[in-house]
Nanobody, 124 residues
Framework: QVHLVESGGGLVQPGGSLRLSCTASGFILEHYAIGWFRQAPGKGREAVSCISGTDGLTDYADSVKGRFSASRDNAKNTVYPQMNSLKPEDTAVYYC?????????????????WGQGTQVTVSS
């Protein structure tokens, strides 16, 4: 059975950093694209970043480019988004999702399995 579990969220001051993690079970994570999305209160779910299957290429939404990065530990079946220079507008529930495909995707419909989400709050 496929599961994705996010962790690492919390409260951080503006300008601070957090490293989230997304650990997969039931499938080999490196074979598929993994996307990160976020949803702020009262807003729709926004795509943040994606790491492609196999070669691990990364891509980022303009809103986080230069501040966020993602890496993958194949031995741990885990993806790690690193979030730096956090802003209050980054406050949201962050979700990871796995796609049945290997490319870079920003559409919700390209993802099949979703984690439960982890709250990130950026506030002084």
């Amino acid at each position: 059975q496929v599961h994705l579990v996010e962790s690492g969220g919390g409260l951080v001051q503006p300008g601070g950093s957090l490293r989230l993690s997304c650990t997969a079970s039931g499938f080999i994570l490196e074979h598929y694209a993994i996307g990160w999305f976020r949803q702020a209160p009262g807003k729709g779910r926004e795509a943040v970043s994606c790491i492609s299957g196999t070669d691990g290429l990364t891509d980022y939404a303009d809103s986080v480019k230069g501040r966020f990065s993602a890496s993958r530990d194949n031995a741990k079946n885990t993806v790690y988004p690193q979030m730096n220079s956090l802003k209050p507008e980054d406050t949201a529930v962050y979700y990871c999702a796995s796609s049945p495909y290997i490319g870079i995707y920003y559409s919700h419909s390209s993802y099949k399995y979703w984690g439960q989400g982890t709250q990130v709050t950026v506030s002084s």
